[in-house]
């Protein structure tokens, strides 16, 4: 559909970083415009005209809705009744119901570290995806600056000292509960599981809202956990 693929340049980053400011105030505007860019930044790897896409963890429909205008078959799949979006199915991300290769790219954007098995979810979303098929996987990494999600920076303080810190200043608990509904995943977890899943081949690593000249920061263990603000691992099922 003469999609181009996402230009990863500073500018890039900076218009990401100011609409990440808005996420709480008008989170609408937020997620339209990361649905937009996660879309040009997959269309670099996959043709989506035509395609069967699985949304996993995707309830309320912005990136289902970008995958569609770019001609894909798209479906989504969530455990929370309550965020899914209209034709969207209720399931686990751990136990996704669909056949093994029944789709052309299953794709997931941050909901790995809300899941207590990253890994299984990884392996399910390799499973249903067809034998030459792309599987996009993003990802916030726990010690990045927003690991803790609407708890951070106090995270680094530790989950549970985090969750009270942020019930003292807005009266109210977190959305996201450390260990309940967010769970520590690191960077080098994911490149390992990349590395050694029997079904796929790593096709790139990506530091998912920064410049491409950042790319290299990714082999520097302990330093990207603190540096990479959010993880893209683009990975193609085996034959």
């Known amino acids: ?53 699985l949304d996993v963890g995707g309830g309320p429909g912005y990136f289902a809705r970008e995958f569609r205008r770019r001609g894909a078959r798209c479906v989504c799949v ?32 941050n909901v790995l570290e809300h899941v207590p098995d990253p890994w299984r979810m990884a392996a399910e979303m390799a499973r249903v995806t067809r034998p030459g098929g792309l599987i996009f996987l993003a990802y916030t990494n726990w010690l990045s600056p927003w690991g803790g999600h609407e708890t951070s920076p106090w ?19 977190p959305k996201n509960r450390y260990k309940e509904s967010l769970y520590p995943v690191s960077v080098a977890a994911g490149l390992r599981w990349a590395r050694t899943a029997a079904e796929v081949d790593l096709v790139d690593a990506i530091p998912r809202y920064l410049p491409w000249w950042y790319r290299p920061m990714l082999k520097v263990p302990i330093v990207r956990e603190f540096a990479t603000w959010n993880l893209v691992l683009v990975l193609r099922k085996r034959p």
């Open 1 to 53: 559909m003469g999609d181009t693929p996402v230009r990863a340049d500073l500018a890039r980053s900076l218009r990401l970083f100011r609409a990440f400011r808005s996420e709480q105030s008008d989170g609408d505007a937020y997620y339209t415009t990361l649905a937009a860019d996660t879309a040009a930044q997959l269309v670099g790897y996959a043709d989506l005209d035509g395609r069967t896409v």
């Open 155 to 173: 995270h680094y303080l530790g989950g549970e000292l985090a969750a009270r810190k942020y019930h003292e200043k807005h009266g109210r608990p």
């Open 78 to 109: 969530d455990v929370n009744a309550g965020e899914l979006a209209g034709g969207g199915l209720l399931g686990s991300a751990m136990d996704l119901p669909f056949r093994d290769g029944s789709v052309d790219v299953c794709f997931s954007s």
